[in-house]
């Protein structure tokens, strides 16, 4: 998908089908719950293929549908479904591939609510689990168990953006009959396509740069037509967590400048991720590709390109300075989620409770600040980091 054109193809034309729709140049909006059928014999032949018709909204929307088009083109994969959250998403393909008795492998550090779920709600339904280190092969090689039927990869994590080597992985679940599930949703597939490196299910939270508006939550699967089938029959029409024909239009004409939005991020944050780098106040900066990161062959590897979501250590003696900093910036939002086409700032300090250093139960550093650049001129940013800075 290096190729310029199929991407543009992808994003401004796939599955649109105008000829059906009078012309129309957007995609209309399907709002509507239910389908009707000329004859008992097309709906029964409708209903017994809910997910390639439209037969009622909880299964298929034409409005949806294009969004899965476009999603399974851009990931290479033959099918997508969407949800109606990343989280909902990420629960939909775990729950479809196990079952009591089975083992689960999880990378450590994942986002915080793929953590809760694995940690705490799969072993209330008989499923055991264990979290390995995502960069060391041979501990996850040492964690499978013969009834490990699954490997949840984030690949780069969040906060501290560890990469893990999806190839590696890929092949070695694959030679003892495992799935792998990797969350995809910092490189958006622009920058990094699991299936090709042999991962099973790519996961989104659409929410981030697929819509890249910050007015829709939503998230999504994509995988084998075999593999989506099975996410489709049981947690997808079961726990219905689906999305709204409203919501995935407006996800469509997000999806529209996808291609400039990550360039002009992936851009911006390396001139931003050079100045932070050689600040004073900065202790450490992760940012996968960058040239302090230690995984930056397989960066090079796996990524075309950098992303605009990236953390720093702030040098300072204590959280009132990490406070100091974010309160002093103007330029960035205080606000979590991240990946639209407003610059962000989340401190890890937001996380300290009952003055309990956040590091004391995560493992990460609480002078930990993420930035999420948007799509504002790199230089006004960078300005106003460092007047911020300044006041640690
Ligand atoms: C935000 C996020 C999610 C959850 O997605 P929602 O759309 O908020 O439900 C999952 N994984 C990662 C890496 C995220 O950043």
Redesign the pocket.
């Known amino acids: 998908m290096d190729d310029a054109a199929t991407l543009s193809f992808i994003l401004n034309h796939l599955g649109e089908e105008r000829t059906l729709q009078r012309g129309a140049v957007t995609p209309p909006i399907h709002a509507t719950s239910n389908f009707a059928f000329p004859s008992v014999a097309a709906m029964r032949a409708a209903s017994q293929d809910e997910l390639g018709n439209a037969f009622y909204t909880r299964g298929n929307n034409p409005t949806v549908e294009i969004l899965r088009r476009k999603l399974a083109a851009l990931e290479g994969t033959e099918d997508a479904l969407v949800f109606g ?6 629960a939909a393909g775990v729950l479809a591939l196990v079952r009591a008795g089975d083992h689960v492998v999880c990378v450590q550090k ?2 915080a ?2 953590r809760v779920l694995v940690r705490d709600w799969l072993p209330r339904f008989g499923v055991e689990v264990s979290f390995v280190d995502g960069g060391d092969l041979t501990a996850i090689d040492a964690a499978l168990r013969p009834h490990t039927r699954l490997i949840v990869l ?1 690949s780069p ?2 906060l501290t953006l560890e990469l893990q080597d999806l190839a590696a992985i890929a092949a070695l679940a694959r030679s003892r009959g495992i799935r792998t599930l990797c ?1 995809n ?2 490189a958006s597939p622009l920058l990094q396509r699991p299936a090709e490196f042999g991962i099973d299910l790519v ?1 989104h ?4 740069y697929l819509n890249g508006h910050s007015d829709v ?3 999504a699967l994509c995988g084998s037509a075999e593999l989506i089938r099975q996410v489709f029959a049981g947690p997808y029409m079961t726990f219905g967590a689906i999305i709204g024909p409203f919501e995935a239009w407006l996800v469509l004409r997000g999806m529209r400048t996808l291609q400039v939005r990550m360039q002009r991020v992936g851009v911006s944050s390396s001139r931003i991720v050079d100045f932070l780098a050689w600040h004073p106040k900065v202790a450490r900066v992760y940012y996968p590709g960058s040239a302090q990161d230690p995984q930056r062959q397989l960066a090079q590897r796996q990524h075309h390109g950098g992303s605009g979501v990236f953390s720093f250590e702030l040098r300072t003696a204590d959280v009132a300075g990490v406070e100091r900093f974010c309160d002093r910036l103007r330029r960035f939002l205080l606000a979590v ?3 639209g086409h407003e610059s962000l700032v989340w401190p890890l300090a937001v996380t300290i409770r009952d003055g309990c250093a956040a590091s004391n139960r995560t493992g990460l550093p609480w002078n930990l600040v993420r930035l999420s650049i948007g799509l504002e001129d790199p230089e006004e940013l960078i300005d106003d980091l460092r007047q911020a800075l300044e006041a640690v």
């Open positions: 959250s990343g989280a909902a998403a990420m994942p986002y609510w793929t984030e994590n969040s969350d949703s910092w996961m939270s659409v929410t981030k939550v939503a998230g989620s991240w990946g």
